[in-house]
């Protein structure tokens, strides 16, 4: 079984940061694209920033310049760097990604378990 563990998430004020880390393992052959989304009370889950498996990346407007998502293919892991942070932050985070599994070869899409981040004014 392939499972997203994630770590990180917390209580902050605003214009403080958090550091979201999430993992990968499981019988893995491979991990493409990468990625975090948030779903705040009463609002759809959101994409916040994604990576693929070559290092390019995509952020929601509403996170650029304050958020930085990076991965480390050797240890399947992906990490969102959060700074400056806002009451609006405010959410559960998920780990995203797809995954090709071992033995078929099977690409499937993976969630996290999420983590609450709480940006208080």
């Known amino acids: 079984q392939v499972q997203l563990v994630e770590s990180g998430g917390g209580l902050v004020q605003a214009g403080g940061s958090l550091r979201l880390s999430c993992a990968a393992s499981?019988?893995?052959?491979?991990?493409?694209?990468m990625g975090w989304y948030r779903q705040a009370p009463g609002k759809q889950r959101e994409l916040v920033a994604a990576?693929?498996?070559?290092?390019?990346?995509n952020y929601a407007d509403s996170v650029k310049g304050r958020f930085t998502i990076s991965r480390d293919n050797a240890k399947n892991g992906v990490y969102l760097q959060m700074d400056s942070l806002k009451p609006e932050d405010t959410a559960v985070y998920y780990c995203n990604a797809d995954i090709l599994t071992l033995p078929n070869l099977l690409s499937r899409n993976y969630w996290g378990q999420g983590t609450q981040v709480t940006v208080s004014s």
């Open positions: 499981g019988r893995i052959s491979r991990v493409n694209t």
């Open positions: 990576i693929t498996s070559g290092g390019s990346t």
